[in-house]
C-alpha cells in the first residue's frame, strides 16, 4: 500500500474511531413517572436548546410521557406536524392547547354573547379540530370569558351552557373534549364568568356531553376554594384533565402550600389515566432551576 493509501485507511479509522462514541452517545432515559406530566415550551430551554422538537426529546428522556402547548393553534402547520410527528415516534400524548382564544378573556362571550361570539367561538373549535389532527390532541382548554353583572347569574350560567352544547356539536363528530378551565378571581384573574369547580361541575351535567369536561387547575383551584382532595372527589367523573402550579408562586411542585405528592397519590389510587398539564414556571432562573423542576416532580412522585 502506497503512502496515499496508507493516508486514506489511517482517515477513514481515525473517523471511525471518532463516529463511535457519537453512535454510543445517546442519552439515557430515566424511569418513566407514575402519572402522565407534560412540561411546555421553553421549560427546559437552558438543558435542551431552544428548538422544540429537542426540548420534547428530552423531556422524553427524564422520564415525563406528556407534552402541553396553550398556543399551539397559532403555531406554523408544518410546526404542528413536526411536533405531531415527534410526539407519536416518542410514544408521547399530547395535553391541551387553547381553543378559543378569540372568545376566552376580555368579553362577556359566554354571559352574554352576541352572534359575533358565536361565530368565533364555532369557527374557533372547527380550527381547533384540524391542529387536533396534527397533533394527535383529545383536550383543549376552553375559557368562557367575563361576567355581565347585569344579569343574575343564573342567567349567565344558562347562556353559557348553550353555547356549550354548540360547542360540542362541533367536537363530538371526532371525539374531541373541550376542558372548561375555571380561573381564580383572586390572584389572577377577576371578573371571569367561570371560577369554580362547582360551577364547572354544574356546566358540564346540565350539557350531558362527553365532549365537555373540566379542566382542574390545581393552582386555581388552591386559591379559589382549597379543599382540593374533596373537591376533586366530588368533581371526579366529569374531570377531563388536570393542571399543576404551587401556590403562592405557581411554580414547581414543592415551593408553596400544596402537598402535592399526596394530591398525587390521591389522583393516581383513583386510577386516573390522563394528562397533567404542568402549566407553571421555574422557581430558579437558568438550568439549575430546570433541573430543580425535574427533581421536584421525582419528589413529588415518589408515593
Known amino acids: 500500500m502506497d503512502r496515499r493509501h496508507l493516508l486514506q485507511a489511517g482517515l477513514a479509522v481515525g ?10 452517545a445517546a442519552r439515557p432515559r430515566a424511569k418513566d413517572f ?6 411546555h415550551a421553553g421549560m427546559f430551554r437552558n438543558l435542551a436548546g431552544d428548538d ?3 426540548q420534547i426529546e428530552f423531556a422524553r428522556d427524564q422520564g415525563f410521557t406528556a407534552w402541553e402547548d396553550n398556543g399551539m393553534a397559532g403555531r406554523s402547520v408544518e410546526e404542528q406536524e413536526k411536533i405531531g410527528a415527534t410526539l407519536e415516534r416518542l410514544g408521547m400524548r399530547m395535553g391541551v392547547f387553547v381553543a378559543n382564544f378569540g372568545t376566552a378573556f376580555g368579553k362577556k362571550s359566554f354571559s352574554a354573547p352576541a352572534e359575533e361570539h358565536r361565530e368565533s367561538f364555532v369557527a374557533d373549535l372547527k380550527k381547533s379540530v384540524e391542529v387536533a389532527k ?11 370569558g367575563d361576567l355581565e353583572p347585569r344579569l343574575e347569574r343564573e342567567h349567565q350560567d344558562a347562556r353559557a351552557i ?9 367536537f363530538e363528530p371526532h371525539g374531541l373534549v373541550m376542558v372548561l378551565e375555571p380561573l381564580n378571581p383572586w390572584r389572577d384573574h377577576p371578573g371571569m364568568l367561570l371560577w369554580k369547580s362547582s360551577q364547572a361541575f354544574l356546566w358540564c351535567k ?11 387547575d390545581i393552582y386555581h383551584q388552591q386559591i379559589s376554594e382549597g379543599n382540593l382532595i374533596p373537591n376533586i372527589d366530588r368533581c371526579w367523573d366529569e374531570i377531563g384533565y388536570f393542571q399543576i402550579g404551587d401556590n403562592p408562586g405557581r411554580n414547581e411542585p414543592g415551593t408553596g402550600e ?8 390521591h389522583i393516581h389510587a383513583k386510577g386516573w389515566k390522563g394528562v397533567l398539564g404542568m402549566e407553571h414556571g ?22
Do not use: C
Request: glycine share 4%.
Open 206 to 216: 346540565a350539557v350531558a356531553s362527553p365532549a365537555v369536561k373540566i379542566l382542574f
Open 282 to 303: 421555574n422557581s430558579k432562573a437558568g438550568a439549575e432551576g430546570e433541573q430543580a423542576v425535574i427533581e421536584a416532580y421525582r419528589a413529588a412522585d415518589a408515593f
Open 15 to 24: 473517523a471511525a474511531h471518532l463516529a463511535a462514541p457519537r453512535a454510543l
Open 134 to 144: 396534527r397533533v394527535n390532541a383529545t383536550w383543549m382548554t376552553v375559557v368562557p
Open 162 to 170: 348553550l353555547m356549550l352544547r354548540m360547542g360540542a356539536e362541533v
Open 34 to 39: 407514575q402519572l402522565a406530566y407534560a412540561p
Open 258 to 265: 400544596i402537598n402535592y405528592r399526596r394530591v398525587f397519590e
Open 52 to 54: 422544540v422538537v429537542a
